[in-house]
């Protein structure tokens, strides 16, 4: 997939003076693969609402989003599966980790799925995340921090060409944002891959091609 | 490495709830074991009876007539071309065909060998129903010679009375050489013919003569063309069909009871198999609705999990497939272990019961392999329809 087009598209929940000054909503926009974008949205402005659309999680919005010349509102989850496994990887604000499950279980569901690096490679970005010592603890015993890198590696275990990120460092300290931020940047630059990070203000340390404003 | 239901097993709260489980796992090889005993019983049974019927080429012949009572005793109970035609249509009998009566009187004497003389009644019926039809049976019009079949039960009677009336005994071979005068009465006049008794039938109880002699002798000595039968001879493979029994039932046919005393018993052994059978897929229908329960409550339970697994991008195909197919050995293992013990079951009865009687087999009939590979497969079939419903309703 080369391009994620939305047109149109407006939340059918969110108040007119919002989206008319925003340059996502309600406006022709397309994410081109390989590109890295950056979208600053304040609170309230529709941007995880924005991330579950993109990602086909929630359909209440009028307008269209196509992956590349295919509108998602025709896909089933079967379809929608199969982007998650190749095309489509995320971060979402909320985590959505297993929580009964251990680190490592949390990890290894989503790589074997569709497998892109090897358990070493996996285990290499938890060391650079200062996660490593954690892979055998439940996820429910970590902190909101080191859940937010978990999720971070277990979206980077896949091949994608979009990464969609929404608030993906909110609970890290600004070393590990940094970090973070590289190792995402590496990952997405060896696929080719576009980076498209939501946050609520800009990120300095991203070197992002657009930004845009929600 | 090949995804498979390991991976997701964790992830489920597949191993909570055993009871239920249990319980439906308990059900089903219950039900089934009901359902296949039921159906070899049905067979064993059916096997008993049909070696119990006087059949002969394949075909049971059985005559009916008109249930004669107080109330219709002053009509006419004859069958007329009507009734044997709807006779005839139906689809569980082969063939029938109608006796026909003498409508003139008939006396019948030996000459002077025997004293013996008696009003008699002839009948005939088309040969195909005759089961020793020598090839003299012919009968041309001029001929004085009449050849008769004779009934075996009426020699059997002769020879009950015969000695008290100082007559002799006679054997099936002897009646052949006796000459019997057939002195037939008609307005006006009587005509006699030379008849001989050329055969004796086991399965006709009548005195038959060739079918176009007495179409000729009830034209000319009774001026009667149409002649309406007193008795249908129906040919049919199995004379104690349920629906050959119920039909006669619904027209107040009669029938010899004897014949069909088998098709009586089969008829409510069908009801009581039919009955258990019924109980046996109740009982496979309620475990399979406590499995759904238990599967159910699982999926349930385990639904933020499971709708995170298709946010990561598991499909909810491949899930109700890998699900689904985790129940397949369960499956396969009560249902064969069930067929095991009805083989073992059938061989005890075999054995023990019927003291080894060559009717029955020591084996199970293959419609029982044939029932719980259905089964089986059903089973599977239900399954994935349920987890897929629950699956994709997430």
């Given at each position: 997939m080369q391009h994620i087009h939305l047109n149109n598209v407006t939340p059918t929940f969110l108040e007119q003076e919002k989206i008319a000054n925003s340059q996502i909503w309600n406006k022709e926009v397309v994410f081109n693969a390989g590109e890295k974008i950056q979208i600053v949205a304040p609170s309230g402005s529709g941007k995880t609402s924005l991330i579950h659309f993109l990602y086909g999680l929630r359909k209440d919005y009028s307008g269209t989003i196509l992956y590349d010349k295919k509108s998602v509102s025709g896909f089933n989850a079967d379809k929608f599966s199969t982007y998650r496994k190749k095309i489509l990887s995320v971060v979402f604000q909320d985590l959505r980790l297993f929580a009964e499950q251990t680190v490592e279980e949390n990890l290894s569901i989503k790589r074997i799925l569709q497998p892109y690096h090897s358990t070493d490679k996996i285990d290499e970005m938890a060391e650079k995340l200062g996660i490593a010592n954690k892979l055998n603890n439940t996820a429910k015993t970590c902190s909101y921090g080191e859940q937010q890198r978990i999720a971070i590696i277990r979206s980077l275990q896949q091949p994608f060409t979009f990464l969609i990120l929404d608030e993906p460092f909110s609970h890290l300290d600004e070393n590990n944002r940094k970090i973070a931020m590289q190792l995402i940047e590496e990952e997405a630059l060896e696929r080719n891959a576009s980076i498209i990070l939501a946050d609520l203000k800009p990120i300095e340390y991203f070197n992002a091609d657009r930004t845009l404003y929600l | 490495m090949k995804l498979s239901f390991k991976n997701i097993e964790p992830f489920l709260n597949s191993k909570q709830n055993k009871i239920s489980r249990w319980f439906s796992y308990a059900g089903l090889g219950v039900g089934v074991l009901l359902l296949l005993c039921d159906l070899q019983m049905y067979i064993n049974i059916n096997q008993l009876i049909k070696n119990k019927n006087t059949r002969k080429d394949g075909y049971d012949f059985i005559s009916i007539t008109k249930n004669i009572t107080s109330k219709n005793m002053?009509?006419?109970?004859r069958f007329n071309m009507a009734d044997i035609k709807e006779i005839q249509s139906q689809p569980f009998l082969d063939d029938a065909a109608p006796l026909i009566a003498n409508q003139f009187r008939v006396k019948a004497s030996a000459g002077n060998i025997l004293p013996f003389s008696t009003d008699l009644f002839l009948e005939s019926l088309n040969e195909k129903f005759i089961d020793t039809v020598p090839p003299e049976f012919t009968w041309k019009e001029g001929q004085l010679d009449v050849p008769i079949i004779f009934s075996s039960d009426f020699l059997e009677m002769y020879n009950v009375f015969a000695p008290s009336q100082d007559l002799p005994q006679l054997s099936e071979k002897s009646i052949a050489s006796v000459p019997v005068i057939l002195e037939c009465y008609f307005n006006g006049g009587v005509q006699n013919f030379k008849a001989r008794i050329i055969a004796v039938s086991d399965r006709i109880n009548s005195i038959l003569v060739p079918e176009n002699f007495m179409l000729w002798a009830n034209k000319s000595l009774a001026n009667v063309t149409d002649v309406p039968a007193s008795r249908v001879y129906l040919k049919t493979k199995d004379a104690n069909n349920p629906e050959l029994l119920s039909y006669l039932e619904q027209k107040d046919y009669r029938i010899n009871k004897d014949k069909t005393k088998f098709g009586r018993i089969k008829q409510i052994l069908q009801s009581v198999v039919t009955g258990l059978a019924g109980f046996g897929v109740l009982v496979i229908l309620l475990a399979m609705i406590l499995f759904s329960f238990y599967l159910q409550l699982m999926i349930a339970r385990s639904k933020d999990n499971l709708q995170l697994l298709l946010t990561l991008g598991y499909s909810p195909g491949w899930l109700s497939r890998t699900v689904a197919k985790r129940w397949i050995p369960v499956y396969t293992i009560i249902i064969t272990s069930v067929l095991v013990l009805t083989v073992f079951l059938q061989y005890c009865f075999q054995h023990f019961v019927l003291n080894n009687r060559e009717e029955v087999s020591p084996l199970i009939d293959k419609s029982v392999w044939i029932v719980s590979a259905a089964l089986l497969v059903l089973s599977i079939i239900i399954n994935y329809r349920m987890v897929r419903r629950l699956l994709y309703k997430l």
């Open positions: - | 002053a009509k006419d109970n």
